[in-house]
């Protein structure tokens, strides 16, 4: 499956923004969708995911995230979102969207397909 991440740019803190993840080539429902984020000299690390058709849907967040962000996809039109709310400029970083068959991992390294990245920059 090909990933094609959208919707980053630059917010005030406060603001809100909605990543898309648009995907291609495969069967939408049977994939797990994560969002990594990466900030400048950090590494990739884990932000939401919304289980595959086998999970029914389930969400996952990182805990600075909870009741600020909400993933959530659109299997008809083969895609994932990311509803950021309250953004703080700890939320600056790119954004990944990525794929799995299987449960939601935490972990990058379990992961088979990236799209390629989306900035969101939250000025203070």
């Known amino acids: 499956v090909q990933l094609q991440a959208s919707g980053g740019g630059l917010v005030q803190a406060g603001g809100s923004l909605r990543l898309s993840c648009g995907a291609s080539?495969?069967?939408?429902?049977?994939?797990?969708m994560t969002w990594f984020r990466q900030g400048p000299g950090k590494d990739r690390e884990f932000v939401a995911g919304v289980g595959w058709s086998e999970a029914g849907g389930r969400t996952d967040y990182e805990d600075s995230v909870k009741g600020r962000f909400t993933v959530s996809r659109d299997n008809a039109k083969n895609t994932a979102y990311l509803q950021m709310n309250s953004l703080k400029p700890e939320d600056t970083a790119v954004y990944y969207c990525?794929?799995?068959?299987?449960?939601?991992?935490?972990?990058?390294?379990?992961?088979?397909?990236w799209g390629q990245g989306t900035l969101v920059t939250v000025s203070s």
């Open positions: 990525a794929a799995v068959q299987g449960p939601i991992y935490q972990a990058p390294w379990n992961y088979d397909h």
């Open positions: 080539g495969g069967t939408f429902s049977s994939y797990t």
